[in-house]
């Protein structure tokens, strides 16, 4: 568990999600760990026993998501509700509380799988082990993320933003990445062994990982072989996929046995209605924000991510919605319709597809093309605003 403990952590340091050496992984029933060997925090310990999971996970997180975590508790009472698919399909909500004890943290944890304590920072549990609490952790920070940009768009929208909303936004902008940039480098076709498929979909998710087009272990990865369909598997992490790559018969619709990515459906259905040979899926977050500045008045609304009605882009690209996996709303039936037409396709509150005839120097120079543009359409549409 220590060694585990220790990957992840590293994962937070290296995504920028957590000031080197500041996060705490305690592990259930075991001595508390931390990369400077100090202690964690007795209401800490007590926690993670009390709690039905393998390991607690503490951390202030770095900038920008510090400012923006902070600023979104301070205006709930209860709870932070984004609304993208993350936290959809994995936190439903983020609560929130200005007590930094057992007692105050047990109830909440026991019911979400992370916790905002204003002036401290984010919990986030662990049910099976520390990668667990990690994923949790990166989502909850994605999902802010999304939810500070669109909200102060929104609010710019109807004109009431607040001048502590504006303080935190320019704070914000001063800690924000610089946009992606890719002058490709990845392993050019052909790809036509096992081998070679296996390897180009490692490499790409290292790099799309690198790029921050994706974060945690969503996002996936495939690349099709003859009557073969080789993708990451469901809940593998994309910088680290060796071992983690399913290869799906093309007349196996469910890839028996194999545990492929939950996107598989989609990816089957785009092979199908396309000559490609390879496809990318990340969460780009400004790709995310964007599909998500709707203004049209709609009876729909609620519903956005699951079946809206309309015809929408950002320029040149689609917007489609649709739910993961095979069932009657699933990407699979809006995804491969229109990902030809804009070479690539936005998904409301999830993220972006992208496909490639060759390799995925392609398929990846389109994607940080598309989260370039939904930037700067962000941006653009601020100053159209006033703001």
């Known amino acids: 568990m220590k060694e585990k403990t220790k990957t992840y952590e590293k994962k937070l340091y290296a995504n920028r999600l957590v000031p080197d050496g500041k996060a705490v992984y305690v592990v259930s029933g075991e001595e508390s760990l931390r990369n400077r060997k100090r202690s964690a925090p007795p209401e800490l310990s007590e926690l993670a026993n009390r709690l039905p999971v393998k390991t607690l996970l503490f951390a202030r997180p770095a900038e920008p998501y510090s400012t923006i975590i902070e600023y979104l508790a301070a205006n709930e009472a209860y709870a932070v509700f984004p609304d993208d698919s993350e936290t959809r399909t994995f936190l439903v909500d983020l609560p929130v509380t200005d007590h930094f004890s057992a007692d105050a943290l047990a109830g ?201 009605p309309h015809e929408r882009y950002i320029r040149d690209i689609p917007i489609v919605s649709g739910e993961t996996g095979g069932g009657p709303f699933g990407l699979y039936k809006t995804v491969p319709g229109v990902i030809k037409e804009g070479n690539g396709a936005i998904v409301y509150g999830h993220g972006v597809f992208t496909a490639t005839k060759t390799d995925f120097n392609e398929a990846l120079a389109r994607m940080v093309e598309i989260e370039q543009t939904c930037r700067e359409e962000y941006f653009e549409r601020l100053k159209h605003l006033g703001v």
Do not use: W
């Open 108 to 308: 909440p944890l026991s019911e979400r799988k992370c916790l905002i304590i204003r002036g401290h920072g984010l919990s986030a549990t662990g049910k099976t082990g520390p990668a667990d609490a990690y994923v949790n952790f990166s989502a909850a920070c994605f999902a802010c993320f999304v939810k500070f940009f669109s909200d102060f768009l929104e609010d710019a929208h109807r004109h009431r933003i607040t001048a502590d909303q504006k303080k935190a936004f320019e704070q914000v902008l001063k800690n924000l990445s610089p946009a992606p940039a890719f002058t490709g480098g990845l392993t050019a076709a052909p790809v036509d062994t096992p081998e070679k498929a296996r390897a180009a979909i490692i490499e790409a998710g290292k790099r799309i990982v690198a790029l921050g087009l994706v974060d945690a272990c969503f996002g996936n990865i495939s690349r099709r072989m003859d009557n073969t369909l080789y993708i990451s598997k469901t809940g593998s992490f994309l910088d680290d996929l060796k071992g983690d790559i399913a290869a799906c018969p093309m007349d196996d619709p469910q890839c028996t046995g194999q545990r492929p990515s939950s996107e598989y459906p989609a990816h089957l259905a785009i092979y199908r209605s396309m000559d490609v040979m390879g496809i990318l899926h990340g969460h780009p977050l400004f790709s995310v924000i964007m599909s998500m500045d709707c203004r049209i008045d709609c009876d729909h609304r609620g519903d956005c991510h699951r079946a809206c």
